[in-house]
């Protein structure tokens, strides 16, 4: 697929910045809480080319920076890749992000909605319309339900080798496909999912062997990981859609968009790495932590986990979020088999060399903060693929749409247009 033209500058751009002056401003950890409301969502158009320039959005929230350079910021990168040990094994053991969902009837819910709702600010969902059927596709009989902002349908798709992935789509709209990470299942997405929703076709799939998904026996490969989200676009009726995918989901996007190019058509690189020897690793603390080391009960592994998953001032000022998470991971441990088989497919992860290939446009979403994958691995991302357009969000950890959402989803949906 043919790159875009390159559309004119936007009015108030500014040229590539890799150290800009006092006056650059980037998404804050002070800025406003994680669901503060934000009617307006700026940002540049569908067919405004990404060329790498500073763009300021409305409330000075959000930097973007050259993609051809080092992070910019008001002071230095926080890691110099040359510092950082790399190697192709970097988040193989990442842990699992399976959080509660927005709504106690949404098919994505978990007991803590109420709790989530008020970090996102968003209200209850209306469940009395009618159901509705699921679109298209190689899918068993869908269900549905009208929310305030769409339908919200429930469907099966079906992979190569007749694996079951359970599928919810959300919101009308462009349609976004969002792969989860290591470990995660759909509900990894549930604090974003209602603000991107309002304006997209929001498509969210438990991998294989998590949640309500089949399982088959490992190792899987990358290939194999982006032909089952190949097959849920199958499934929704989507020939070509945008695609987010985060940490590990990240690395899965690439593969998509390397092996399926026809059916990207804008891609959001969240959080993740090129994987390989360019890839810089985590801190072996923040391994360990990850990891759960010492912990005799998923719930303690897992609030091990989260000293490394969200940012400090995030977890100071929300600890009855990261007590829910631990809560839900207790009642919900992942399923054993799944992490080895997908730390197969990381392991033998490995981009570098081909990112440039990707000729669509590319959103790298990164917190500055990222204890798990640092941020350093966005900035190699982005350099890597022509045209790329890298955000930082300031004071935000590796689930910076998590602590973020309405900032996460403001940054993509200008992306979007």
Not at 102 to 120: F, K, N
Not at 180 to 194: D, N
Not at 241 to 266: I, K, T
Request: glycine content about 14%; some cysteine; proline content about 9%.
């Amino acid at each position: 697929m043919g790159r875009a033209a390159r559309a004119p500058r936007l009015a108030r751009d500014r040229g590539p910045a890799l150290d800009p002056p006092g006056g650059a401003h980037r998404v804050g950890a002070g800025d406003g809480p994680a669901g503060e409301h934000r009617p307006h969502l700026g940002g540049p158009h569908l067919g405004e080319r990404l060329d790498g320039g500073v763009h300021p959005l409305g409330g000075k929230r959000l930097e973007h920076v050259d993609a051809s350079g080092g992070l910019a910021g008001r002071g230095p990168a926080p890691l110099d890749p040359a510092a950082g040990e790399r190697g192709a094994d970097l988040l193989e053991d990442e842990a699992v992000l399976d959080p509660a969902g927005v709504d106690d009837g949404h098919p994505l819910a978990r007991p803590g909605a109420e709790r989530t709702r008020q970090m996102s600010g968003v209200g209850a969902l209306d469940h009395s319309a009618p159901a509705v059927e699921g679109a298209g596709g190689e899918e068993e009989a869908g269900h549905g339900r009208q929310c305030k902002y769409g339908v919200v349908s429930e469907l099966r798709a079906r992979t190569a080798d007749g694996t079951e992935l359970a599928v919810t789509v959300t919101g009308d709209g462009p349609p976004l496909l969002m792969i989860p990470g290591l470990g995660a299942s759909r509900r990894v997405y549930a604090p974003v999912i209602p603000p991107l929703a309002e304006r997209l076709r929001v498509v969210v799939f438990d991998p294989r062997g998590v949640g309500e998904s089949g399982f088959s026996p490992g190792p899987y490969t990358m290939a194999r990981l982006a032909a089952d989200a190949a097959a849920v676009l199958d499934a929704t009726g989507h020939g070509q859609a945008a695609v987010w995918g985060a940490s590990m989901g990240g690395m899965v996007a690439q593969h998509l968009a390397l092996l399926h190019p026809d059916r990207v058509s804008r891609l959001v690189l969240a959080c993740t790495t090129c994987g390989g020897p360019h890839a810089v690793k985590p801190t072996p603390e923040a391994a360990a932590a990850l990891l759960g080391k010492g912990a005799r009960t998923p719930g303690e592994a897992y609030r091990l986990a989260c000293t490394v998953l969200y940012a400090p001032e995030f977890q100071a000022a929300h600890p009855e979020f990261i007590e829910a998470e631990v809560a839900e991971r207790e009642r919900h441990p992942v399923r054993g088999g799944v992490f080895a088989a997908q730390q197969a497919a990381v392991r033998g992860h490995d981009t570098f060399d081909a990112l440039p290939r990707i000729s669509v446009p590319v959103l790298v979403l990164h917190g500055l903060l990222d204890a798990v994958v640092p941020a350093e691995n966005g900035r190699i991302i982005a350099a890597r693929i022509p045209g790329a357009r890298l955000s930082v969000l300031d004071g935000r950890g590796h689930l910076f749409f998590h602590e973020a959402p309405a900032e996460a989803a403001e940054v993509v949906l200008g992306f979007m247009g």
